[in-house]
């Protein structure tokens, strides 16, 4: 199939663990640079004097946390099969970092289209087992209302940064974990360590929780799309 330029979109799907979520969002730039430049695919750079492959990247992971969903769109000359891509990213990647999937974007994607993203879905692990009570300072902390009673869609403010409560399926506690979605409209930024840092204090935890973002999503009023899924 033949494209306007011949060029052909492939979304990469990376993770990021161990090490890795310590590197600044300029130094991921480089590393995706580097291993894209050690395969043998054939690239799209940019023109000038100092060409570079032509990517685009989602929204910078906060340092810190760990992450299943770093997005890199990359543009190859040729249409080859995703399983091929993914085989020659197998040894090129430092430790932590990881290509979990590839895909084809067809129809062409708009110029940029992280554009659509204003939130994200994140999970924080705790090192303990959450007993009753902290479960419940934990809801109570964001709600005033019944979480699993038709609660209505809430919007509270902690430490200044946004969490968005749309229902019981994507605010979710149990003893080991808390899923919450956070808006990442600019203005109003948020930092789930820091998050994590302010719940460790309020429940008075001996050990702070990790986190790690899991998907992107697109907020609504009254709903919250999850974008770029691969799994579906």
């Known amino acids: 199939m033949t494209m306007h330029n011949d060029k052909f979109p492939y979304m990469l799907q990376f993770a990021r663990d161990g090490f890795s979520c310590y590197i600044s969002h300029l130094d991921w730039i480089r590393n995706i640079q580097v291993a894209l430049d050690i395969t043998r695919l054939s690239i799209v750079y940019t023109e000038g ?67 659509s993203i204003n939130g994200a879905l994140y999970e924080m692990y705790f090192p303990m087992e959450l007993n009753i009570t902290e479960k419940r300072a934990i809801l109570d902390s964001f709600n005033g209302q019944n979480l699993y009673n038709d609660a209505p869609e809430i919007i509270k403010e902690q430490h200044g940064w946004v969490i968005k409560i749309l229902n019981p399926d994507e605010f979710i506690v149990t003893e080991k974990h808390l899923n919450y979605i956070a808006s990442l409209e600019s203005g109003r930024t948020f930092h789930p360590v820091k998050f994590a840092l302010a719940l460790k204090e309020h429940l008075n935890l001996t050990h702070l929780p990790h986190g790690r973002r899991l998907s992107f999503v697109n907020i609504q009023p009254d709903s919250a799309r999850k974008l770029f899924q691969f799994n579906d």
């Open 49 to 115: 004097y100092s060409p570079k492959a032509k990517m685009k990247f989602s929204p910078p992971l906060p340092v810190g946390l760990h992450s299943d969903t770093e997005l890199v769109l990359i543009y190859l000359r040729d249409n080859l099969p995703e399983e091929i891509i993914q085989n020659e990213f197998e040894h090129t990647l430092p430790n932590g970092i990881s290509l979990l999937n590839v895909r084809y974007l067809y129809p062409q994607p708009p110029k940029n289209p992280f554009q």
